[in-house]
């Protein structure tokens, strides 16, 4: 009974699908209000964008008809599906076998390597010829002294138009390295305690006339051994500030001053015959007497920008007062 009973159901469920295909063939439905929405906006877009919906829809069917469990998409195809949806404003929509976000990083990676590639650097200067390479070498050889400034010089008499970080590239390796001994900041830390430095602040008054202050500053304690004013700084007067700042035999072993004019010969005798050297500061190097430009500039800012100087006895005064504040008060 129960084999006679499964046989009819089967039958009946056969004869009733066999009448459903039958009836629709025949009578088809009437299109539903989202057709016909679909229909109408189908109507009002170009044929262009219908053809790129059309192929977006075929390319993710020919991926899934792949005889595979899971269908992995290819290269060709992420660059087929991203071009694709650029061409179709409802690709959401129209997009089933992937994330729309997916898509959008793989817009994103795309736009990456295009600008990767189109911003490579290309092959960059052409090498300079073997001859020009000599001849630089050459140049430097037989002149010592030069640097890749005067080299670039003497190339553009000759109508060699070279670049300087060119000429330094060429002449690397050729020169022999610079004897490296003692630093001058190591020389300053290991002998500050015996040595003095020394330098004129110019000082313009109420009524535009100069004035020169005269400073002589202890490196270790950073201590204003001596001061003194004066209108006309000159050798001679130069030199009498360093002989009141060393009495009772208390002199530094070396003295650190610039390049001026003002320290001249009668200067250097007086430090030689008390027995101290003096180094000069290169050029253009404030940094070689940093300790001393740092006051300097202290007493500017602290002191000389807040009065108007009056004659060479009241800067004198208003210093005297400074300085002691700086020596006794002033944390350092």
């Not at 072993?253 to 500061?281: E, H, M, P, W």
């Not at 500017?300 to 006895?313: A, K, M, P, Q, V």
Request: net charge positive; with cysteine.
């Amino acid at each position: 009974m129960a084999v006679r009973e499964r046989c009819r159901r089967r039958l009946i469920d056969f004869v009733g699908g066999v009448w459903q295909g039958i009836a629709t063939h025949l009578w088809p439905r009437p299109p539903s209000a989202t057709h016909t929405a679909g229909t109408g906006a189908d109507l009002l877009r170009s044929r262009s964008r219908l053809l790129a919906e059309n192929a977006l829809l075929r390319q993710q069917l020919l991926v899934l008809r792949r005889r595979v469990k899971r269908p992995a998409l290819t290269t060709t195809d992420r660059a087929l599906l991203v071009v694709l949806t650029g061409r179709v404003r409802a690709w959401r929509q129209a997009l089933r076998i992937v994330r729309p976000a997916t898509l959008l990083r793989w817009r994103r990676a795309g736009l990456r390597a295009f600008w990767r590639c189109k911003s490579r650097p290309g092959p960059g200067r052409p090498p300079l010829p073997a001859a020009t390479v000599a001849l630089i070498r050459t140049m430097a050889d037989e002149n010592p002294l030069w640097g890749a400034e005067r080299i670039r010089g003497e190339l553009g008499k000759l109508g060699l138009r070279v670049a300087k970080r060119t000429i330094q590239t060429s002449l690397r390796g050729t020169h022999a390295p610079r004897p490296r001994g003692q630093t001058w900041a190591t020389f300053l830390r290991n002998h500050a305690h015996e040595i003095w430095t020394c330098d004129f602040l110019p000082v313009t008054e109420l009524l535009f006339r100069p004035l020169s202050a005269f400073f002589v500053i202890e490196l270790a304690t950073r201590r204003v051994v001596h001061f003194g004013v004066t209108r006309h700084p000159t050798d001679a007067g130069v030199a009498q500030p360093p002989r009141e700042a060393t009495p009772f035999d208390q002199r530094p072993r070396y003295l650190i001053c610039d390049n001026d004019g003002k320290f001249g010969v009668a200067f250097a005798q007086l430090a030689a015959a008390s027995g101290i050297t003096i180094l000069r500061a290169p050029y253009r190097a404030p940094r070689a007497n940093a300790v001393c430009e740092r006051f300097l500039g202290s007493v500017r800012r602290e002191c000389l920008d807040h009065l108007l100087i009056l004659g060479e006895r009241q800067l004198s005064r208003m210093l005297r007062e400074y300085v002691a504040y700086f020596n006794r008060d002033r944390p350092h």
